[in-house]
């Protein structure tokens, strides 16, 4: 079945320390997405990439990074600069950037120690 | 820039109510609109979606009309279940040139009760 895996489910952080986050998908989609959603918000954009070796700011970049040197792949490094990273993390992924059917993965909980 | 307004919920029905829940936009150029559902624990399904004023997009009986003139798309299904029990997010893709971003509205949370 294609889809989008996120991994782990849950994800503990202790204060300094960085954390990453796995989204691999199987779908063949140039672009990919990551999105952070806090309790009663919508959801905003981290990072998106559009191609391999190619990736862009969102609204809200700061504090995080990422990788894209696979087509399948877009890990998300939560770094010790993001003071409020308690939050559910959700990766996506579309047919190519500006296609804009974006379908999601089933997320990541991230909480501090 | 671009935003989505949606009601605010908690919004609570009995089972084979009638569901609104009220959706406007505010952005430049043609959007494509969508509702996205969340159910507990788990990421974001696409509902339906319109990409052009007078469309209707419709799914699992859910439906909802891309109306330009009250820049609108309001989600509607005749008889909710309490399987529909979820986060409903609008959303809306804006067109031209570097635009990749998904506009979210906060979400209604539908409890549908037996």
């Known amino acids: 079945d294609g889809g989008i895996t996120q991994s782990p489910k849950y994800l503990f952080r202790k204060e300094g320390q960085n954390v990453t986050l796995s989204c691999e998908q199987n779908l063949n989609h140039d672009a990919m997405y990551w999105y952070r959603q806090d309790p009663g918000q919508g959801l905003r954009l981290i990072y998106y990439s559009q191609i391999v070796n190619d990736f862009q700011k969102g609204d809200i970049a700061e504090g995080y990074s990422v990788s894209r040197e696979k087509k399948e792949s877009f890990p998300l490094t939560v770094t010790s600069a993001q003071k409020n990273p308690t939050a559910f993390y959700l990766c996506?992924?579309?047919?190519?950037?500006?296609?804009?059917?974006?379908?999601f993965g089933p997320g990541t909980r991230l909480l501090v120690l | 820039g671009d935003s989505v307004t949606q009601m605010e919920g908690p919004v609570t029905l009995s089972e084979e109510a009638f569901l609104t829940i009220n959706c406007t936009y505010t952005?430049?150029?043609?959007?494509?609109l969508f509702w996205y559902v969340q159910y507990p624990g788990e990421g974001l399904q696409l509902l339906l979606k319109a990409t052009k004023a007078d469309d209707k997009g419709s799914n699992k009986g859910f439906e909802a009309t891309y109306r330009k003139e009250t820049t609108s798309f309001h989600l509607e299904k005749g008889s909710v279940q309490v399987s529909d029990s979820a986060v409903y997010f609008c959303a809306l893709s804006a067109t031209g040139a570097g635009s990749y971003q998904l506009t979210f509205g906060k979400g209604t949370k539908l409890s549908v009760i037996p």
């Open positions: 952005a430049t150029g043609y959007p494509s």
């Open positions: 996506a992924s579309s047919i190519r950037g500006g296609e804009e059917t974006q379908y």
